[in-house]
């Protein structure tokens, strides 16, 4: 089945060590996406791709980088991951245009941080 | 900016009884309107959208500008309705991208 694939589900590191989650796609989606969920909260928006082009949301904080080498891959690096990072991380994609809204998630990586 | 509240954290209503989830919006121009879902160990998927205009798993969702609402209507719950839902809004059908309400849990009791 086409799908969205986020590896890892579950990621655990330390205090400011970093980390890379990553996001792989079977639809050829020209949109992806990366949203931040934290416990009983709206996901919120971190950035995304419209084909190469990067859009980082205004709060976004410079930690949260972002990287996709081709449609089919998208990677989320947190460079030093603090307290307040642990979250779930949920990537999504969407064909663009008309469909521009209609997301379809992947399962997402949960990232404790000790 | 854009802003989607729903009111309601947690709505429990019985087997067979009417839901209504709310939703609303703050927007100055015309929003496209979403409802996501999310089951039970499942991933977050769409539910419906305002400009498709149809039932989905027989529930329905009318746009009403005036009031600034999108509600999600069933008229008779099922036990397999109990997910977390989630209203988003999109300020134009371009690339912008969505802004997600806080949503609610529905908890469908036998």
């Known amino acids: 089945d086409a799908m969205v694939i986020q590896n890892p589900r579950y990621q655990v590191t330390q205090f400011g060590k970093p980390v890379t989650l990553s996001c792989s796609q079977t639809?050829?989606?020209?949109?992806m996406y990366w949203y931040q969920q934290k416990s009983s909260q709206a996901p919120k928006l971190l950035f995304h791709?419209?084909?190469?082009?990067?859009?980082n949301e205004a709060d976004t904080p410079d930690n949260f980088q972002s990287r996709r080498p081709n449609t089919s891959f998208c990677f989320l690096d947190i460079r030093s991951p603090g307290l307040g990072d642990a979250a779930m991380y949920l990537c999504?994609?969407?064909?663009?245009?008309?469909?521009?809204?209609?997301?379809?998630f992947g399962a997402g990586s949960r990232l404790t941080v000790l | 900016a854009q802003r989607v509240t729903q009111p309601e954290k947690l709505l429990s209503v019985f087997k067979g009884a009417p839901v209504e989830l709310k939703c609303n919006y703050s927007?100055?121009?015309?929003?496209?309107l979403f409802w996501y879902v999310q089951y039970s160990r499942q991933r977050l998927q769409l539910l419906l959208r305002?400009?498709s205009r149809e039932s989905i798993k027989g529930f329905t969702a009318d746009l009403n500008k005036g009031e600034t609402s999108f509600h999600l209507k069933k008229p008779f719950a099922q036990e397999e309705d109990s997910a977390m839902y989630y209203c988003?809004?999109?300020?134009?059908?371009?690339?912008?991208?969505?802004?997600f309400g806080k949503g609610t849990r529905l908890s469908v009791i036998a």
């Open positions: 999504a994609t969407s064909p663009g245009g008309l469909g521009a809204n209609v997301l379809t």
């Open positions: 639809l050829n989606h020209n949109v």
């Open positions: 791709y419209y084909d190469k082009d990067f859009n």
């Open positions: 927007y100055s121009g015309s929003p496209e």
């Open positions: 305002h400009i």
């Open positions: 988003a809004l999109s300020p134009n059908s371009g690339n912008t991208p969505l802004v």
